[in-house]
């Protein structure tokens, strides 16, 4: 199907001869056929821009409220609280308020960009037709996170283990809390969720790398003060629970 024709001109080759060298009347005809070229350019873009990898804005919107879903996320950005150097998303005197007993550290909402919020897409229509099986939740996470590997296990006790090959980077409303975005069926819980880098700690026969190059998993959440991951030696990070030794980068829980 060819979707760029000049109906315009199709319309005046259809003319006899006779009336070749009549400018006027071929600008009636052409006029004529406008309105043709004007539905073809809207059939062109609900083919191809109406896709989830090619829409943009409003078409977005429109496959957001198809699927069930704003492209607006709510918790999703940081508090800052007084605290003391070594804790995770901290201020001083006169930069931070002191936080109360149940406040959260995120609040607040965020809309999300084109690309982020094809992301969520693609992670919505995989909840809305998943039943919470190991290769669904692993084809949900991919996107959702931009990573290339997921391995789930089971936990026992009806839960299970998530880990990913990419460390999170500060402010990424996404990983506030990971766990909400992990689509587990019903009754089962979610042990912990584990990152490390492109190239992980493991044996050669899992694909993994060994001392000194391989990156060891740490849990993205890790106690009342958040996850944090401090490079010691330029290869594999350490999360220290006490006082930081090492440049860190913290990711604080609510």
């Not at 229509?125 to 996170?145: D, M, Q, R, S, V």
């Not at 493991?202 to 490079?231: D, E, M, W």
Request: aromatic share 12%; hydrophobic share 40%.
């Amino acid at each position: 199907m060819d979707l760029n024709q000049d109906h315009g001109l199709i319309a005046w080759n259809h003319w006899l001869t006779q009336f070749e060298g009549k400018p006027r009347l071929q600008a009636l005809v052409r006029a004529l056929l406008q309105p043709a070229d004007g539905l073809q350019g809207a059939l062109r873009d609900l083919y191809e821009k109406r896709w989830l990898d090619t829409a943009e804005g409003k078409q977005l919107d429109g496959i957001g409220e198809i699927v069930g879903l704003s492209r607006v996320v709510e918790k999703a950005v940081y508090v800052q609280f007084f605290g003391f150097n070594g804790q995770p998303n901290i201020g001083g005197f006169g930069e931070a308020r002191m936080r109360h007993r149940f406040e959260q550290s995120v609040a607040g909402s965020l809309t999300l960009l084109d690309h982020e919020y094809r992301k969520l897409l693609y992670w919505k229509i995989a909840l809305n037709n998943g039943h919470g099986t190991t290769p669904e939740i692993i084809a949900a996470i991919k996107p959702i996170f931009d990573v290339s590997r997921v391995i789930v296990e089971n936990a026992g006790n009806a839960k299970i283990t998530v880990w990913m090959n990419r460390l999170p980077k500060p402010g990424e409303a996404l990983l506030n809390d990971p766990e909400r975005w992990i689509p587990v069926a019903a009754g089962v819980g979610i042990k912990r969720v584990t990152v490390s880098g492109e190239k992980p700690f493991g044996f050669k026969s899992q694909g993994f790398f060994g001392f000194g190059v391989g990156v060891f998993a740490h849990n993205i959440k890790s106690g009342p003060g958040g996850g944090c991951f401090a490079v010691s030696n330029g290869y594999a990070p350490t999360y220290f629970a006490g006082e930081y030794t090492a440049t860190t980068t913290c990711y604080p829980t609510s």
